[in-house]
Nanobody, 121 residues
Framework: QVRLVESGGGLAQPGGSLNLSCTASGDDITPYAMGWYRQPPGKERELVVLSWPAGSINYADSVKGRFTISRDNVKSTVYMQMGNLRPEDTAVYFC???????????????WGQGTQVTVSS
C-alpha cells in the first residue's frame, strides 16, 4: 500500500512564503514522478508542478519563478518552496506520486490527503 504524507501549508500574507513537503511510503517503492496539484475553492484540480526523472520539471505558468520544487529520491520526498504568494494561490494542495510497477501493472497515480494553503491579508 502506498501512502503519501504531506506537511506544511497554512496561512500566509500576500508576498509571503510557505513550504510544503510530501513523503511517499510503501513496500519497495521508488516514485517515478512526484509533485503537487491544487484545487482552488469552487474550481477543478490543476497541476502546480511535477518532477520527472532525470531532472525534468513541469511548472504551471502561474507559479513559474515563484515556486520551486526539489526532490530527495533516497527519502522518496518532495519539497515545494512557495514564494511571493498571491491570494489566487489559495487552494488545497495535493501531493501526487506516479509509481511505476513494471510492464504488467504499469504506472499508477497516488494522492495525498491535501493540505490547505490560504493567502490573505
Amino acid at each position: 500500500q502506498v501512502r503519501l504524507v504531506e506537511s506544511g501549508g497554512g496561512l500566509a500574507q500576500p508576498g509571503g512564503s510557505l513550504n510544503l513537503s510530501c513523503t511517499a511510503s510503501g513496500d519497495d517503492i521508488t516514485p517515478y514522478a512526484m509533485g503537487w496539484y491544487r484545487q482552488p475553492p469552487g474550481k477543478e484540480r490543476e497541476l502546480v508542478v511535477l518532477s520527472w526523472p532525470a531532472g525534468s520539471i513541469n511548472y504551471a505558468d502561474s507559479v513559474k519563478g515563484r515556486f520551486t520544487i526539489s526532490r530527495d529520491n533516497v527519502k522518496s520526498t518532495v519539497y515545494m518552496q512557495m514564494g511571493n504568494l498571491r491570494p489566487e494561490d489559495t487552494a488545497v494542495y495535493f501531493c501526487n506520486a506516479i509509481i511505476d510497477w513494471g510492464q504488467v501493472d504499469g504506472r499508477k497515480n497516488y494522492w495525498g490527503q491535501g493540505t490547505q494553503v490560504t493567502v490573505s491579508s
